[in-house]
């Protein structure tokens, strides 16, 4: 089976959500590339007629088995994989948004392979996404 996602003939629109909960964030270690083994904030692809927030939210919930609500944008980010010639692999645009945990304790899936409540101070101390740490403080003051 082929990724469809690789060599892309555009950017694919992303959402992801930074829940926050007694103050901690839910981080989630991915389980497929590209960034699989790395921690990352629940999130994937907007699906057509999906705003950005429903993305974020159904992502969420198909991923770890949390609800929440949206507060606000904390930022996005590029991710783009290059070939040493400069052709483009993969991009992704990741919106990510700020968020307030209603309910579900989160569980892993085929997508989440291991998922913690995490200080927002320590993300850095664990293998994440590119900008995940930037991403998570701009959440935090969000709240």
């Known amino acids: 089976m082929t990724d469809s996602r690789l060599y892309p003939s555009r950017p694919f629109l992303a959402a ?47 991923e ?30 990741v919106n990510a948004f700020a968020c307030r945990w209603i309910a579900g304790e989160p569980r892993t899936g085929p997508e989440a392979g291991e998922v913690r409540w995490v200080e927002p101070e320590r993300v850095d101390d664990l293998p994440t996404s590119p900008h995940l740490a930037r991403l998570v403080r701009q959440a935090a003051a969000l709240l």
């Open 16 to 62: 992801s959500a930074a829940v926050f909960r007694d103050g901690k964030v839910l981080l989630a270690s991915r389980t497929k590339p590209p960034a699989d083994k790395v921690f990352s904030l629940p999130g994937g692809i907007v699906e057509l007629g999906e705003t950005l927030q429903e993305a974020a939210l159904r992502e969420l919930m198909e």
């Open 64 to 93: 770890v088995g949390v609800a929440a609500e949206v507060i606000g944008l904390a930022g996005h980010v590029d991710i783009i994989e290059r070939e040493t010639d400069g052709r483009i692999v993969r991009h992704f645009v």
